[in-house]
């Protein structure tokens, strides 16, 4: 499903003295099957951003589609479950979702909500806890024996049990090991390979430049820049301006443009660095 | 009663303490009112507190609002069940009167005065001062060995941890929203099991918060007792001295209209 947003602004506590402009005026476009990125410092309103795309905040002025659902300030409370079976979301920090006794009630908890059969559900669970690379012997055990990352495998595997069309992951690796965040990348990545969509904050540059085709930069609360990785990451002004870091590989490359390589545009990965640098010790 | 709201003016700058204080004097004193004109003018305080403190009067309304239903019970209570000799209106058990009808007006004034001025207490003074204020008002039960500045402590913590489980308990709720549970739908037994998926959560990381908390302050060397020295110092000047001058002068006037 494609998502856009229409000049959508989002105010927190609108009418008091405290009021918040978590969004300000953003218009873009999250295309359907792709992977998208947004990046953006602490604060900055990306939280706030993706709320709204299953409704669980809706906006102070603008619209929001998500294929043929349109959300605006209007919209009630009432009927928006197949929205949110259509939008699964990975919270930051998921783990404290869980309450079930066991591991496999909790994955089962969404799907039965969306009114899968118990039978269906269960299986769902089996598939899904070992998609997200745990042993099938933990359904039978309590969330709360878990370890923080089991935990939040679980809490990924209970939101990607309901089969969401597109899935929106809020820093879903914060924390995580570098094995245990690698192997998450790689399972996101091949959900999308399957035709899902996939929203990706993060504040690891390196996973955007390895994972995503399309990128959107938050500062506070206005979309500042959006389009592929490669290309954002060559957008002089925003580095100037040190509202957005480089993955390493960037950075490493800028650094040598010091010692007399020159890059036409910064590579963003370790292969297409590696790439380049073979390419210009071998030309001259 | 609101949630703090921030803000500047003479009544914020206000000791809290004396605040704190003057507050259940004026609840207090609202009981001595016993005419229209000691009431009016007792309104007519309330309404000049409220004026000076600069926050928009929609604020002290809602205050109103958790106990709307209490107001209406009580005055229509007051206004169907007061004895009298000579009813306008008599039916079964029920009874309409004057008599009733003053009552119940009183009655709803002092409702209002009750709660704006608490409103006013809440809106104007963080809970960490209001907890502060307890903390110095009770100093002098030391002297018979209550634990004075544990009992502060308690109180602070616990006021801190509303804000933070308030938005917990945001954040659990649109998590378990996201995985389809419609909260506020269906029968009450539905309801009732749509909380279980929040309190349980709740109940987890409230115990770990507070876990982490006393690890954290015993790591810092948390001890309580002598010689601790305060970061947020009360001071009482010149203006909290006018304030308990001004309610005296507000208490010999009432008691002048009583009699009235
Ligand atoms: N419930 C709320 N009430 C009031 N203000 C809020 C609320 N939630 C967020 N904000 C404010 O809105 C702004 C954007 O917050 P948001 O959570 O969207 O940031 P973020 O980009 O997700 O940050 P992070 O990287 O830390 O997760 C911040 O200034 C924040 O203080
Ligand atoms: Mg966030």
Known sequence: MEITFEHVTHSYNPNSPTANLGLDDVSFKIQDKKFTAIVGQTGSGKSTLVRHINALLKPTSGTITVGDRVITPETNNKNLKPLRKQVGMVFQFPESQLFEDTVEKDIMFGPMNFGASADDARESAHKMIKLVGLDESLLEQSPFDLSGGQMRRVAIAGVLASDPETIILDEPTAGLDPVGRQEIMDLFKSLQQDGKTIILITHNMDDVANYAEEMAVIHRGKLIAQGIPQEVFNNQELLKEDLLTLPKSAAFAKELTEKGFSFEKLPITINELGTEIEQQLNGD | ?260
Do not use: C
Not at chain 2, 153 to 161: D, P
């Open chain 2, 1 to 260: 009663m609101g949630r703090y709201l921030p803000g500047d003016s003479l009544v914020y700058r206000l000791d809290p303490r004396g605040k704190f204080l003057l507050t259940f004097y004026f609840v207090g004193i609202v009981f001595l009112a016993n005419n229209v004109a000691s009431y009016a003018f007792l309104l007519a305080f309330v309404i000049f507190a409220v004026f000076l403190s600069k926050i928009n009067f929609g604020f002290f309304l809602k205050g109103l609002k958790p106990v709307f239903w209490l107001i209406l019970f009580t005055v229509a209570l007051q206004l169907l069940f007061t004895p009298s000799a000579n009813p306008l209106w008599h039916w079964g058990i029920f009874t309409f009167s004057k008599e009733g009808l003053v009552i119940a007006g009183y009655i709803f004034i002092r409702f209002i005065l009750i709660i704006f001025i608490s409103t006013l207490l809440t809106l104007t003074t963080t809970p960490i001062e209001i907890s502060d204020s307890i903390e110095s008002i009770l100093k002098p039960l030391k002297k018979i060995k209550f634990p004075v500045t544990q009992v502060a402590l308690m109180l602070s913590i616990a006021l801190r941890f509303v804000p933070l489980l308030v938005d917990e308990t945001t954040k659990i709720m649109d998590a378990q929203r996201a995985r389809g549970v419609d909260f506020g739908e269906g029968g009450l037994i539905k309801r009732i099991k749509s909380f279980v998926p929040i309190l349980i959560p709740l109940f987890v990381s409230s115990f770990s918060i507070a876990y982490d908390l006393a690890i954290a302050m015993e790591s810092r060397g948390y001890k309580d007792g002598e010689g601790r020295s305060k970061y947020r110092v009360l001071s009482w000047d010149r203006r909290d001295n006018i304030m308990v001058i001004f309610m005296a002068a507000v208490t010999g006037i009432l008691l002048f209209l009583r009699s009235y």
